[in-house]
């Protein structure tokens, strides 16, 4: 049997996770009130109050150095904590359990998958990525319950204790950690090109809507999971766009999938065809039992705290989310005027926006692999571009480069990090694929190429024409 490692495989998978807050127990014998949510549940009272308590402590050793800085993450042999300060005293933490398992090659009959061997990996953790999918995990709370605050306000802490429950209890089911990339620290919105007649057809519909319904407080468009309207501010729309992208628009992807080939519901009004449905409250309209209730979400909670009604609708691609203050009774009658209103309409935009899309393509002729693949991020409209993801759903990261080009990315992103200034980076990696990073006026740009051959130069030169012609020259470094 060879000594050499044929293949490393890293699993990082959720340890724990809780939310606490160190001023609900400050006596001794109390110490079990600072829990407010212990994922996994059936760990022992004991060891709960033990690892949140050594939480608390480091957090409080940390804060001696930089008080306005405490500790973000902690590395230790077999796993990795990451904490982050949700509201004021109020502590989420995520412990990650990371190994590494380490395949020998087989030379022999004898060899056997026991041959294989179990190690702890230290590097297979970006602190960035888990960093950021720590605080999606508040931002998703806090979108469909409103903030740790305002529960304790309206019903105290068993109140807010119920509400932790019930949505982490579902939501770290979904929580794939071997998923998360360099796009959860980003946490970005693909926006979809359109000529400019298309998009005013799209803004005019959008008025036209929010006149004849004067309940609609707020509308987003998106086409093929992509955005091209909203009437939300940029941090709400960024975690909306999450929950929709990841969770909502998967799960109906099946009736999706089969309305494009064979509508599920056709009608005529006048002579537009009618594919629209809900995607959330009643799923058949013109059923007498149907319930025309809607989630809630929370928007503005910074301002002016808003809670709405979610309403989410599609025809075919497209789909455009409406939300009305939560104040108000949705009923059937309003329910099926938006339906007769908006379907007709969406489906007619639908059918404009593939068939401008399908043109497009066909002036600009077949699609030819090419030699690089990007990831392009904007920081100021939080635009985001990846030729890397062939599929990304919160279950789910399909990618076309290897995870070890994707650790380097994640790596380059961290120095940016670190540094104000423009600043660009360049890596040979041990495949012989060059990977660059260049970061300039608020905008970020990762290439990874597959040219072995090629020099320092000749990768300079590639990445110039990249960005001559993806975008529009918005990069300036020499």
Known sequence: MASGMQEKLYNPSLLSFFVYNPSFGPREGEEEKKILFYHPSDVE????????GLCEAIVQFTRTFCPTKPAKSLHTQKNRQFFFEAEDSFWI?????????????????????????????KYSLIDTVYGAVLRQCYSMYKLFNGTFVRAMETGGVELLMQKLEKFFYRYLQTLHLQSCDLLDVFGGIAFFPLDKMTYLKIQSFVNRVEESLSLIKYTTFLYNDQLIWSGLEQDDMRILYKYLTTSLFPRHSEPELAGRDSPLRPEVAGNLLHYGRFLTGPANIKDPEAKFRFPRIFVNTKDSYEELHLIVYKAMSAAVCFMISASMELTREFCEQLDSLVGPQLTLLASDICEQYNVNRRISGPEKEPQFKFIYFNHMNLAEKS???????????????????????????????????????????????????KKSDQRELYVILNQKNAN?????EEVKRLCATQFNNIFFLD
């Open 93 to 121: 933490v995520m412990v990650h359990w990371c190994s590494c398992s380490v395949f020998l090659k087989p030379v022999d009959r004898f060899w056997s998958p026991e041959h294989s061997k179990h190690v702890f990996c």
């Open 456 to 460: 320092l130069i000749e990768v300079n």
């Open 45 to 52: 009272k004991n060891e709960k109050i033990r690892n949140v």
């Open 387 to 437: 030729t890397i993801h062939m599929r990304k759903t919160a279950s789910v990261s399909l990618t076309s480069v290897h995870p070890d080009l994707m650790k380097i990315l994640g790596d380059i992103n961290c120095d940016f990090a670190r540094v104000d200034e423009d600043e660009e980076i360049i890596v040979k990696a041990m495949t012989d694929y060059w990977v660059v990073g």
